[in-house]
């Protein structure tokens, strides 16, 4: 069949920039973005393979006024620019296009929907079949029975159509497609800025055109009289003809467009194969490249790339199928890995998951060997099996897999790799020599990035997850039908086999490019000496935990509410009327419109009650202290007491937390599930929930805090005099700020005057703005700024260091920390000023807390390894910031205080020396 594509490549471009934009992560070798230009390839693909044309045509819009803007001046005035990463991708995807032979049509005052328009009416009077490919809905008055217009779509992720031919939409809308323009010109449209008439809709708009066809006949109705329209709409129309009528000119394609182009020049014809080529390499498109044949190397059929095309999965059934498996692991030295797991929410495990399969990749000879277990285990191998062939099965991975996990001779490639240890730890595992970890991988090399196997398989492997596991589902299904005439079920499909398969094959192919890109930018140290190293660390604090006595924790639960059951009273006698004190709008009416107190912000649901707004006005009535109090009792009950004791391990009485330590752009650790680097400081009734943290019997916590590491950091890193000579000296920093800035001797500091010094040393190097400053001394903007310009000028090695390093971050396009550890950071660049500012304090901050965050991990990492080779009864527990926390046996607590205080303070070498406070306690709060 003759058949005409035409291509929006405006829309189409747009579409796929912000579809694939979550992973932020698609760029060519030069650094350039490439997620649209991957995207618009990955559509038109389809609907070349779908509808296989005979002519093809690209449509993009120029930049400058179009006949509509001479038509009407505010005609898209409200439209934002083109994103940068957008429109740098512009000039790459033409340039592919070219390449492909396909042609690109533009002109000068017109859009590219008007070239569309009028190529779709040429090629359905030569007796083509057209298709419109365009995100853009107005393209749907031009359908005719010759012209489909095909819109693309999201659905659960995927990238779907729906082709609208002239049938579907009288269906649909129950009016011609050319009646749609007379709709637009009755409803607008906002993002074009086409005003169409006030307080019409598109709904209202669809009947008054079912009723009268015609905007101009409408009208006629109106003036005669004959109309059946009344009231405000009747008004509206009748007061806006003018709009009515420029909005229908505006919204209607122009189907007369001056174009010399002909079918035949549209006609597709074969690539420039080696230009293609040459670009997909550029841009690391090794999907495309793989798909196409374009290397001439592969041996799968050139439209397609399958999973058969990578790699071959073998179903591993038998026990010397599973004994031979072992036996190349142990003789590779290598076991690249993936674990399958379900959800095992009724178990006492420290992870409620339970393993039920294990994708294992074979580089050599490009298999993926899937084992499945088959009985219902719940990883209790060693316990209550009987002599089926399942459990003999179940058994004998068991206890060649224990073998192989713990060898420390065979290296270890995987995914969240600490899970898994702790997961393979409770199955009586101990896991040894995990080697390499994607998702850190990818953390190290772009930490502002994401990290699902999908994202990074796109993003170095051009291999998009669910492309290609539907096109092998479907291969699949259409083999069962040719094979079985009759829809007989030859044996249940394992969902996840492939899906599992494809991500031991992607973590096997990500080693070898990924760990030559962080070769590349200087981070192997890094990832090989820190991160790796890490993961069995949190791994074993997790698997550890930290003891919760629970019945204390009910005990001070008990009391918050009964000391909130009193603010209650309180405020509502203050009120002097009942109401609901967690709603916003009830309380806004009580504090501003019953007790007269000055409002801030009013949005539409009332009032402004956040924290800052009430801050404001708490010395203006007892009832903001009370309301402010209430607030602060309720989050530590809801949060700390009920949030916590879910948390509880009902077998080993300890909350299990996750570590992360890919998560914060900074390299901090993190904590989650609870989040214990979150329990409150500041107030004394939150702290004391640090009393039910304890450790067991007959141990005792041992607590190490570095001291001000951060400006120790920045203090090496800035070389600034002033300030290393003050820790060299083993000065009060913040004193000795106070001292400079003022110009008054040390001893004459007072306390509120090291205070104010202290916020400056702290928030400098953040980008604390005179305006955040003033706000958190309470003393004017100019104050605050006359204060940062004389610290800056006492410590101009530190002023020096904040303008330095931004300007190189510019020039970069990121910075790095003391082991390498890089942040890319293009905010800089950014049209923005507040996303500017945003970039210049992350560029600063960035080195500084980085460095904090890689000495305490290195710190972890020696502590860890000097307790394991000792014979010392003692296991890291917590890690909060600066701050690390042992339980340890009370027998040994003198030998391992003085390891934890030599590993902190040892960690690196820098021109200022290093400290960590450490001390001794029977729960976490009595540590400090």
């Not at 905007?215 to 806006?240: F, P, Q, R, W």
């Not at 943290?693 to 950091?713: M, N, T, W």
């Not at 090291?754 to 005179?770: E, H």
């Amino acid at each position: 069949m003759n058949r005409l594509i035409l291509v929006d490549g405006n829309s189409i471009m747009n579409r796929a920039f912000y579809g694939i934009m979550g992973s932020k992560m698609l760029t060519a070798k030069d650094g350039r973005y490439t997620n649209a230009v991957y995207g618009f390839l990955s559509i038109i693909f389809k609907i070349m393979e779908d509808l296989q044309p005979k002519y093809m045509g690209v449509a993009f819009d120029l930049k400058g006024p179009t006949q509509r803007h001479l038509m009407y001046d505010k005609y898209k005035a409200n439209r934002k620019g083109m994103p940068n990463e957008l429109a740098e991708q512009m000039p790459m995807i033409k340039e592919i296009l070219k390449a492909m032979n396909i042609s690109i049509i533009e002109k000068a005052g017109y859009e590219g929907d008007d070239i569309i328009g009028t190529l779709a009416r040429k090629g359905e009077r030569e007796g083509l079949d057209v298709t419109i490919l365009s995100g853009d809905r107005d393209n749907l008055q031009i359908a005719t029975d010759k012209i489909t217009i095909r819109i693309p779509r999201t659905k659960m992720g995927k990238t779907e159509t729906d082709d609208y031919t002239k049938e579907k939409i009288i269906e649909e809308y129950g009016i011609e497609p050319i009646q749609l323009i007379e709709v637009k010109g009755l409803m607008g449209d906002t993002s074009d800025n086409i005003p169409g008439v006030p307080g019409v809709g598109e709904k209202t708009a669809i009947n008054l055109i079912k009723e009268y066809g015609t905007i101009e006949k409408l009208y006629d109705a109106l003036v005669n009289g004959n109309a059946a329209v009344k009231g405000k709409l009747k008004e509206n129309l009748e007061s806006n003809k003018e709009l009515a009528l420029i909005s229908k000119s505006l919204g209607t394609i122009n189907i007369d467009v001056p174009i010399e182009d002909n079918m035949e020049s549209l006609k597709v014809s074969e690539w420039d194969k080696q230009a293609v080529l040459s670009i997909f390499k550029e841009l690391n498109f090794n999907r495309y490249i793989e798909r196409f044949n374009l290397n001439n190397e592969s041996t799968c059929v050139p439209t397609e790339m399958t999973i058969d095309c990578l790699y071959k999965i073998m179903d591993i059934k038998t026990i010397e199928e599973l004994k031979n498996i072992a036996n190349i692991i142990k003789e590779d030295k290598k076991l690249i890995f993936y674990l399958g797991k379900e959800d095992d929410k009724l178990s006492n495990k420290i992870i409620k998951k339970s393993i039920n399969s294990i994708s294992i990749f074979n580089e050599k000879k490009s298999e993926v060997y899937y084992i499945k277990l088959n009985s219902n285990y719940n990883n209790n191998f060693k316990e209550s099996l009987s002599d089926t062939f399942n459990d003999i099965f179940n058994k004998t991975f068991f206890e060649l897999f224990k073998e192989i996990f713990e060898n420390t001779n065979i290296e270890k490639f995987g995914y969240k790799l600490s899970e898994d240890y702790v997961i393979l730890k409770q199955m009586g595992i101990k896991p040894n020599n995990f080697k390499f970890d994607a998702e850190i991988a990818g953390y190290d090399l772009d930490p502002t990035s994401k990290y699902t196997l999908n994202d990074l398989s796109m993003k170095y492997l051009s291999i998009d997850f669910s492309e290609l596991l539907q096109l092998n589902e479907n291969i699949e299904k259409n083999n069962q039908i040719n094979l079985f005439e009759v829809m007989e079920v030859k044996e249940e499909i394992d969902n996840k086999r492939n899906e599992n398969s494809l991500i031991a094959y992607c973590i096997g192919k990500l080693y070898t490019v990924t760990i030559e890109k962080l070769k590349e930018i200087g981070s192997l140290d890094l990832f090989y000496n820190i991160e790796m190293p890490l993961v069995e660390v949190l791994g074993e604090m997790q698997f550890e935990g930290v003891f919760v006595d629970k019945n204390e924790l009910i005990k001070i639960g008990d009391s918050l509410k009964q000391q909130l059951e009193i603010l209650v009273k309180e405020i509502i006698i203050l009120a002097d009327e009942e109401f609901n004190i967690n709603s916003t709008q009830q309380l806004g009416v009580i504090l501003f419109e019953k007790l007269k107190l000055p409002s801030g912000r009013k949005n539409k649901k009332g009032y402004s009650t956040d924290v800052d707004t009430l801050e404001k006005i708490k010395h203006m009535h007892p009832i903001i202290e009370k309301i402010l109090e209430y607030r602060s009792l309720t989050k530590l009950n809801s949060t700390y007491v009920e949030g916590l004791l879910p948390y509880i391990n009902t077998e080993t009485k300890r909350i299990h937390s996750y570590f992360h330590q890919t998560i914060t752009a900074t390299g901090r650790i993190s904590s989650t599930e609870p989040n214990l680097q979150n329990i409150p400081t500041r107030l004394e009734l939150g702290k004391t929930l640090r009393k039910v943290f304890k450790p067991a019997e007959g141990y005792i916590y041992i607590d190490a805090d570095y001291s001000q590491i951060e400006l120790r950091v920045l203090a090496h890193i800035s070389k600034d005099e002033n300030m290393v000579q003050a820790f060299k000296n083993d000065e009060d920093i913040h004193k000795q700020a106070a001292s400079k800035v003022l110009n008054i001797p040390m001893e004459e500091v007072t306390k509120e005057q090291r205070s104010s010094a202290k916020a400056v040393n702290f928030g400098i190097v953040y980008g604390i703005s005179d305006f955040g400053l003033s706000e958190q001394l309470g003393i004017s903007k100019k104050q605050a700024k006359e204060y940062i310009e004389q610290y800056l000028e006492k410590y101009s090695g530190i002023k020096m260091f904040m303008e330095e390093v931004v300007e190189q971050a510019k020039k970069d396009g990121f910075v790095e920390t003391l082991f390498h550890r890089r942040r890319y950071i293009p905010e800089l660049n950014s049209n923005n000023f507040m996303v500017r500012q945003f970039g210049a304090r992350a560029a600063m901050n960035t080195p500084i807390q980085g460095t904090a965050a890689d000495i305490m991990k290195i710190a972890m990492i020696n502590v860890y390894k000097c307790l394991r080779d000792s014979d010392l009864d003692a296991k890291i527990i917590l890690q909060v910031h600066d701050e690390l926390i042992l339980e340890c046996n009370k027998k040994d607590k003198e030998q391992v205080s003085k390891i934890l205080k030599q590993c902190m303070e040892s960690a690196i070498n820098l021109d200022v020396p290093i400290k960590a406070d450490t001390s001794e306690a029977e729960n976490w709060y009595e540590t400090k």
